[in-house]
């Protein structure tokens, strides 16, 4: 990285208020009210507490953040982002590689990621990174719950 002020760390739950400004902070992140609620990552991070991670500038600010589950067998990477005053510095690539790392020691072979086809930097970004586009799939959800989608 080429900041060397910036140090990444496992993300906890204390950290809610700051990722969530960040990712507010960056267009095209696509939230809701209940899956990214304080409550909603807070399980996440339960379920998850060894494959999130956050970069902080100077011990203080949070200028980077990655999401990242599994299910037994599968890896999924969610909510990506670094500052846009950060951007082009290695801050994601280093995120990408802690993640990366931390689901292999999970036992975990294949990472996926959902990006909107209208981000074209963050699609820049993966294909960069080594994730490849399945043409052969349909992606499909349900909606369960009402939720409130929150498009920045």
């Not at 899956?35 to 500038?57: E, H, Q, W």
């Not at 802690?98 to 975990?108: F, K, Q, T």
Request: charged share 30%; net charge positive; glycine share 8%.
């Amino acid at each position: 990285m080429k900041y060397p002020a910036v140090e990444v760390r496992k993300m906890n739950i204390d950290d809610y208020n700051d990722v969530y400004r960040l990712w507010m902070s960056c267009s095209g992140m696509g939230l809701n009210n209940l899956d990214d609620s304080r409550d909603g990552i807070a399980k996440f991070l339960n379920r998850n507490p060894d494959t999130c991670f956050v970069a902080v500038y100077e011990g203080r600010q949070i200028v980077g953040v990655i999401l990242a589950g599994n299910d037994g067998r599968r890896g999924y990477i969610y909510h990506t982002a670094v500052h846009p005053d950060f951007r082009k510095q290695g801050i994601a690539r280093e995120l990408v590689h802690r993640a990366v790392d931390a689901l292999e020691c999970c036992g975990i072979h294949k990472a996926a990621l959902v990006v909107f086809k209208r981000n074209t930097d963050g699609n820049q970004f993966w294909e960069k990174m080594g994730f490849t586009m399945r043409e052969d799939l349909v992606y499909r959800n349900k909606q369960i719950t009402e939720l409130v989608r929150i498009d920045t």
